[in-house]
């Protein structure tokens, strides 16, 4: 690949694209034959994160009624405390904008120290049951905790855990692999649909609101990526809804969400954002589409619709690429 | 043999540089837009989801227009089933052919159609032979070797890799038992000969349009040869295509082979990969490391799982630990400094996906069992085999 690369390089001074001094300036650089495991050490930390709090949370799954019940807390207290220590000794404290650690190794451990504390509060509440049968305070600590270190320390994976924490107060599970399959039921429940279109639009709020007084607004990418898949999916489950007022109140809400990250993606510039407002959208418009179809009888004239099909496609496409290329030279300005 | 213009793709090449050029910091916002906009380029899409929605919608597309052929064909009933996928495969080509000419390459609707035409001829030749699997995998093979060669098209690439790995295996099938007995230590010789063949074939490459491909394929040798002797896949397979049982206190024939070099392969990666900086042997090596674990574990349960996690988190936490405080001052060669012309942290920004779904808290529903209580992290298992 190198000699391809300088070729390139080459036929760019060449053809005068690029200027000398650029042009000696990259051969120097790749001269020095730089190979950077920065990456893959960071993925190792990580890696080492994840591996060392499921064996933690395994052991203590496993062992509950063997060790001391208190000998296992203090140890996990123990190792949270240093953890927690190193990062607060070697932090720059709070500040508005995005700050990282000095050395990387930090970062990881305050996800590991967050992910303990969440074990340690969820034994706690098994064990002693400080908080009684109040089991969404149980929830709501670590979450609090969390969010803490998101803003103190400025760390992205513990917003997320954070996050999940926050819709599981309201009794929603967002973790990835949740949200797509049943264990919501939103179909059956219609107040979770509510709480969770509320908690979508509170999580855009709440961006806005950081916006406003640049606070973390690299933060607010997670925030509306949450609020859009929250909002998109409660109210297209509730689209088959048998009851004609509910679907129709749904179907307002989807087409509002889809208006405001239409807005919203191209603010932030964000690809992701566009492309998942896009899906949805387009699911929702066929569900709406074929809801008001419903009633109509076309048992005469289907073969038309078997005909009609390739040109709905076709149709598909072709506003698909219209809305994708507008959207690119949008955000390459 | 290309269809595309050269031109187009030398022009390609020279974006490809500009940009990450830009991304490294050497040249401007401006001058890059300059270059982009002095030099014309295909339709292509970097963009993996977008490229993915045009994939599915061209495969809707391919899709109809084959349904639309075949309301009409339907009346000739079992002589059209017979020449069906034929069509089909003609339709495929003659779609990709025009997409190349309206510059289309990487972009999702080409794939497609490439792709779709690949299929089909995979299922015209397993209609005609009825199902002979070497036959379908050696046309396939050369479909997709011309489809790479003539529109430059990776995944092309690796469905010949496949297909033609797959020929082999059916061919040392028909040899019966003793093809089958052989079956590791042919693959192996296999993808060492390949592996040397692509290599030479990249360094006597005098333009790059090949280039992507080829180290693909060189790639694919590695994972080959690897798990070519793997302890784990030769005595599962074998025990699937011979039907021998491993008896308590015996073991498969040349096991100690098959145990050295399940270990003795992936240090040999990680240490070549270090030596020549190649990144996708490196990834590779941490892999076959990972994996030689897993077949060691998978036979021997040496420690509890739950012991394993927490000492394995901390080894690797120490390596890391040591690698970066040994690399991090260096300012050439081996280093911990981000490269500024390679980036291979685009994976890094999966990492908070990656926590909401191991270690997301989930809603308590179940008041009769509150360990429900951030139960992803209890479970853990995803965690490790996907690295």
Redesign the interface.
């Known amino acids: 690949?190198k000699q391809?690369?300088e070729?390139?390089?080459q036929?760019?001074f060449e053809?005068n694209?690029?200027t000398e001094n650029?042009f000696q300036?990259?051969e120097t650089?790749?001269a020095?034959?730089?190979?950077?495991?920065?990456?893959?050490?960071?993925?190792?930390?990580?890696?080492?994160?994840?591996?060392?709090?499921?064996?933690?949370?395994?052991?203590?799954?496993?062992n509950i009624d063997t060790i001391g019940h208190i000998a296992i807390l203090s140890i996990l207290l123990l190792v949270i405390v240093i953890c927690f220590y190193y990062c607060f000794k070697n932090s720059k404290g709070f500040q508005k904008s995005e700050t990282t650690f000095e050395h990387?190794?930090l970062e990881y451990l305050v996800?590991a120290a967050n992910?303990l504390t969440?074990?340690f509060i969820?034994y706690l509440?098994?064990q002693y049951k400080p908080f009684g049968?109040h089991?969404?305070l149980?929830?709501l600590v670590?979450?609090i905790v969390s969010f803490f270190c998101v803003y103190y320390f400025d760390n992205?994976?513990?917003?997320?855990?954070a996050?999940?924490?926050l819709?599981?107060?309201?009794?929603?599970?967002?973790?990835?692999?949740?949200i797509f399959n049943d264990s919501n039921n939103l179909y059956a429940s219609q107040n979770l649909s509510y709480s969770a279109v509320m908690l979508g639009v509170l999580l855009i709020l709440w961006t806005i609101y950081s916006n406003r007084v640049s606070l973390k607004t690299h933060f607010g990418l997670?925030f509306l990526t949450f609020a859009l898949h929250i909002i998109s999916i409660a109210s297209i489950s509730n689209l088959a809804s048998y009851d004609m007022l509910n679907w129709m109140l749904f179907a307002c809400v989807l087409v509002a969400s889809t208006f405001y990250f239409y807005k919203a993606s191209y603010e932030n510039k964000a690809?992701?954002l566009y492309?998942f407002m896009i899906?949805y959208g387009y699911i929702g418009a066929n569900i709406i589409l074929f809801r008001i179809f419903e009633n109509i009888d076309f048992s005469d004239i289907w073969e038309l619709f078997?005909?009609l099909?390739?040109v709905y496609?076709?149709g598909?496409?072709v506003m698909?690429?219209k809305l994708?290329k507008n959207f690119h030279k949008e955000i390459?300005e | 043999m290309i269809v595309y213009d050269k031109k187009i793709l030398?022009n390609e090449?020279?974006v490809?540089?500009?940009d990450?050029?830009y991304k490294?910091g050497?040249?401007s916002k401006e001058?890059k837009?300059?270059?982009k906009k002095?030099l014309s380029v295909f339709r292509s899409?970097n963009?993996i989801?977008?490229r993915i929605?045009?994939f599915l919608?061209?495969s809707?597309?391919y899709g109809?227009?084959c349904?639309?052929i075949s309301?009409i064909g339907m009346n000739a009933e079992n002589a059209y089933f017979k020449i069906c996928c034929y069509i089909f495969a003609a339709v495929g080509f003659a779609g990709s052919e025009l997409l190349a000419k309206q510059n289309y390459h990487n972009h999702g609707?080409d794939d497609a159609f490439i792709l779709g035409t690949i299929l089909n001829i995979g299922f015209a030749i397993g209609i005609t032979t009825d199902g002979y699997e070497s036959v379908i995998a050696f046309f396939m093979a050369i479909a997709s070797l011309y489809m790479f060669l003539r529109y430059l098209h990776l995944l092309s690439m690796l469905v010949f890799c496949f297909s033609i790995t797959a020929f082999l295996f059916f061919q040392m099938f028909e040899f019966g038992e003793i093809g089958k007995a052989i079956l590791p230590f042919t693959a192996m010789t296999f993808a060492a000969i390949c592996y040397f063949l692509t290599k030479k074939l990249i360094n006597n490459l005098i333009k790059?349009y090949y280039?992507k491909g080829l180290?693909l394929a060189n790639t694919f040798c590695l994972v080959l040869f690897y798990l070519s002797c793997n302890y784990l896949v030769v005595r599962e397979l074998s025990a699937e295509l011979l039907g021998t049982e491993v008896q308590p206190g015996t073991d498969i024939p040349f096991a100690f082979f098959f145990y050295g070099f399940t270990f003795v392969v992936p240090i040999v990666y990680l240490v070549q990969a270090?030596r020549t900086?190649d990144?996708f042997m490196?990834w590779i090596s941490?892999l076959a490391i990972g994996f030689s674990i897993y077949t060691i574990r998978f036979y021997y349960a040496v420690l509890p799982?739950?012991?394993?996690?927490?000492?394995?988190?901390?080894?690797?936490?120490a390596?890391?630990?040591f690698?970066?405080k040994k690399?991090k001052e260096k300012?050439?060669?081996?280093?911990?400094?981000?490269?500024?012309?390679?980036h291979?942290?685009n994976?890094?920004n999966a990492?908070?996906?990656?926590?909401?779904?191991?270690?997301?808290?989930?809603?308590?529903?179940k008041?009769d069992s509150?360990?429900e209580?951030?139960g992803?992290?209890?479970?853990?298992g995803g965690?490790?085999g996907n690295?």
């Open positions: 690949m391809f690369d070729q390139a390089t036929r760019l053809k694209l690029i650029q300036e990259i650089y790749r020095l034959g730089i190979f950077s495991l920065n990456a893959e050490l960071k993925l190792f930390l990580y890696l080492s994160v994840l591996l060392f709090t499921s064996g933690i949370g395994i052991l203590i799954y496993e990387p190794v996800l992910i969440c074990i969820g509440q098994f049968e089991y969404g149980a929830t670590p979450t992205k994976s513990v917003l997320t855990i996050i999940t924490g819709a599981a107060y309201i009794g929603l599970s967002v973790t990835p692999q949740d997670i690809m992701s492309v899906i078997v005909f099909l390739p496609f076709i598909s496409i698909f690429i994708i390459a | 030398d090449i020279l490809d540089e500009a990450t050029l490294g050497f040249i001058q837009q300059f270059i002095e899409q963009n989801l977008v929605g045009f919608l061209g809707f597309l109809s227009i349904g639309a309301i609707l790059s280039y180290l270090l900086k990144r490196l941490f799982i739950e012991v394993a996690l927490t000492l394995g988190g901390l080894v690797l936490f390596i890391a630990y690698s970066i690399l300012e050439s060669g081996l280093t911990f400094k981000p490269d500024r012309i390679n291979s942290d994976f890094l990492e908070a996906l990656v926590v909401a779904s191991t270690f997301g808290i989930k809603p308590e529903v008041v509150p360990m209580f951030g992803g992290g209890f479970s853990g965690s490790e690295f």
